[in-house]
């Protein structure tokens, strides 16, 4: 969602808000309007705070990204998952060759 309407939603959620609290906490015209408009500005102001924050964490992280040394590790982590698994194929292989020597052995000795 845009910064924009982010803003004009909550701004329209404050409105909303303060009406239904004036409403129910005011007895007369210009009490609800001091609520509804308190709310909403409160709202207003509240959502900017917000968009600042968001777009300030973003814009930082942006920027503070070392790439390199990410890929570096990444290649590292590569390296190690293909001697395991070579280790974890020959590890296989051997046992695939126990299990027919086994089998080959148990046939041998029944008959």
């Known amino acids: 969602m845009l910064g924009e309407n ?4 909550f701004t329209v959620q404050g409105f909303f808000i303060g009406i239904i609290f004036g409403v129910l906490k005011s007895f007369d015209a210009e009490g609800l309007l001091t609520y509804t408009f308190f709310i909403t500005i409160f709202f207003y102001l509240f959502s900017h705070i917000i968009i600042a924050f968001y777009y300030k964490t973003v814009t930082a992280k942006t920027y503070y990204f070392p790439k390199n040394l ?3 590790e990444l290649d590292i982590f590569v390296r190690e998952i293909n ?7 020959s590890a ?3 046992t695939d060759v126990a299990v027919k020597m086994n089998t080959e052995d ?3 000795k029944k008959s």
Do not use: Q
């Not at 001697?83 to 194929?89: G, H, P, S, V």
């Open 6 to 9: 982010f803003v004009y939603f």
């Open 70 to 72: 990410h890929e570096k």
């Open 83 to 89: 001697k395991r698994e070579k280790l974890i194929d």
């Open 92 to 94: 296989c292989k051997i």
């Open 106 to 108: 148990r046939v041998g």
